[in-house]
């Protein structure tokens, strides 16, 4: 009994496993050195990235159109925020600074005065700066708008362009093909 061996099936498996992945690398070795096979992986490539840029485009088309935000405008409305957030801490950052000031110098009344007719400006100049934030970013959906219509109509556009190029080929297709009866029919 100690010298029989016993009968291991999974080594059976290993054995047929290492066998089958030494000719399926091989095959894909041959593949893979061949010039027209990657020609033809390389061309599915491109179709491929055209495939891709064409539903983008259409995803962001159809996005303008009903009106959702794709991730473009998403980005920029965080990098807004992002800015808007920094310039507030800078002015809460400067009312405390003012604050500050006015505390230490609370004992002279003509500069608490001074300090004060300095925030007024500075809060006006705030409110003023509000408007004119307010109207140019109104401004900015109202061109943001218009562009995305402008954008729409350029792929429409394309898209037509792209028609017409797909029909003059087919027309010259067939112009060189009834050249070709024609001189046929002339031969004989």
């Known amino acids: 009994m100690t010298g029989k061996k016993t009968y291991d099936p999974y080594e059976s498996l290993h054995k047929f496993s ?37 539903f983008k485009k259409n995803q962001e088309a159809l996005a303008s159109v009903l009106n959702l935000p794709t991730k473009n405008d998403v980005t920029n409305v965080a990098a807004l925020t992002i800015q808007t957030e920094e310039k507030i801490e800078a002015l809460e950052e400067q009312i405390w ?39 140019e970013l109104s401004d900015s959906k109202d061109l943001h708008a218009e562009l995305q219509e402008m954008k729409f109509e350029l792929l429409k556009l394309n898209d037509f362009k792209e028609e017409f190029e797909t029909l003059k080929g087919l027309i010259e297709k067939d112009k060189s093909a009834e050249r070709e009866l024609a001189g046929a029919g002339a031969t004989k």
């Open 97 to 135: 600074d003012l604050q500050d000031s006015v505390k230490s110098q609370s004992k002279d009344i003509e500069s608490v005065v001074e300090v004060s007719k300095e925030i007024i400006k500075l809060t006006k100049q705030l409110k003023t700066e509000l408007v004119k934030t307010k109207k």
């Open 18 to 54: 290492q066998l089958w992945e030494k000719q399926i690398n091989d095959f894909i070795y041959l593949w893979t050195n061949n010039k027209e096979f990657v020609k033809m992986s390389n061309v599915g490539t491109e179709i491929h990235s055209r495939y891709l840029d064409q």
